[in-house]
């Protein structure tokens, strides 16, 4: 029995079971045309058990230490249990359509490789803008965006083991949200179950609007969970 799972707990901590890998992924691409690809560089020791900061304040991130706590945290997360297809917006295409539900999006930019996923998805009878279609919405971290074989009729996904990215982004100078891959339940602090995806971006800056969903928060406060690596970017960059 799969016992993996991530509990939002109140006010506090992702509650985390099952021993499910934790790892740092890391954005690359260019300055000019933004991210391309991630890049797993390191996988943490974690227990059986373990809680993951969402406040943005812990000194020990990415886990807790309690700090939500002192400065009386307050998330108010968000309960829909509609599914992702029946929310999401459909644009059509000659060989992929494209699933789009626009809150979801992490800010991550994947999507603007190519002449980007919604024109490429448009133009997927041309082979390169179809392959890029699917590679940036893909790589898309936030699973706003998925693509669908019209042949198949399938939806077109990474085969992702479950994991927690600790995702980082020098491009644009921050810590992103944490990427939860591989199909891994989710539920609420009453023990309500959110959809499980392949993909989504859970918020660990503190700010985001659409609790516990990342909405790219981390990009306008410069969040930084302490890597020493990034670098924020000056306003003419």
Same mark, same amino acid.
């Given at each position: 029995?799969?016992?993996?799972?991530?509990? *939002?707990?109140?006010?506090?901590?992702?509650?985390?079971?099952?021993?499910?890998?934790?790892? #740092?992924?890391?954005?690359?691409?260019?300055?000019?045309?933004?991210?391309?690809?991630?890049?797993?560089? %390191?996988?943490?020791?974690?227990?059986?058990? !373990?809680?993951?900061?969402?406040? &943005?304040?812990?000194?020990? #991130?990415?886990?807790?230490?309690?700090?939500? /706590?002192?400065?009386?945290?307050?998330?108010? =997360?968000?309960? =829909?249990? /509609?599914?992702?297809? %029946?929310?999401?917006? #459909?644009?059509?295409?000659?060989?992929?359509?494209?699933?789009? !539900?626009?809150?979801?999006?992490?800010?991550?930019?994947?999507?603007?490789?190519?002449?980007?996923?919604?024109?490429?998805?448009?133009?997927?009878?041309?082979? +390169?803008?179809? /392959?890029?279609?699917?590679?940036?919405?893909?790589?898309?971290?936030?699973?706003?965006?998925?693509?669908?074989?019209? /042949?198949?009729?399938?939806?077109? +996904?990474?085969?992702?083991?479950?994991?927690?990215?600790?995702?980082?982004?020098?491009?644009?100078?921050?810590? &992103?949200?944490?990427?939860?891959? &591989?199909?891994?339940?989710?539920?609420?602090?009453? &023990?309500?179950?959110?959809?499980?995806?392949?993909? *989504?971006?859970?918020?660990?800056?503190?700010?985001?609007?659409?609790?516990?969903?990342?909405?790219?928060?981390?990009?306008?406060?410069?969040?930084?969970?302490?890597? #020493?690596?990034?670098?924020?970017?000056?306003?003419?960059?």
């Amino acid at each position: 029995m799969n016992n993996q799972k991530i509990k *939002v707990s109140k006010n506090g901590p992702y509650l985390v079971s099952g021993k499910i890998p934790l790892a #740092k992924e890391i954005a690359i691409g260019n300055a000019n045309n933004g991210p391309t690809d991630w890049v797993r560089e %390191e996988e943490m020791e974690v227990l059986e058990n !373990y809680a993951l900061c969402r406040c &943005g304040h812990s000194r020990n #991130k990415p886990f807790c230490d309690g700090t939500h /706590q002192k400065i009386y945290f307050v998330a108010l =997360d968000i309960i =829909d249990q /509609q599914l992702f297809t %029946e929310k999401a917006s #459909k644009i059509v295409g000659p060989e992929l359509d494209l699933y789009d !539900y626009q809150k979801l999006c992490s800010g991550a930019r994947f999507c603007h490789l190519g002449q980007s996923t919604w024109n490429d998805v448009i133009n997927s009878n041309n082979l +390169e803008a179809k /392959q890029n279609a699917i590679r940036s919405a893909c790589n898309c971290p936030s699973g706003r965006l998925v693509v669908v074989d019209k /042949q198949t009729g399938k939806m077109i +996904e990474p085969d992702y083991q479950p994991v927690i990215g600790i995702t980082e982004d020098p491009l644009a100078g921050v810590s &992103g949200p944490l990427a939860v891959k &591989g199909n891994i339940e989710i539920e609420t602090s009453d &023990g309500e179950k959110y959809e499980t995806r392949n993909r *989504v971006t859970l918020c660990r800056c503190g700010l985001s609007k659409n609790m516990p969903f990342c909405d790219a928060k981390h990009l306008g406060s410069s969040f930084n969970d302490g890597d #020493k690596s990034l670098k924020p970017k000056r306003n003419n960059e």
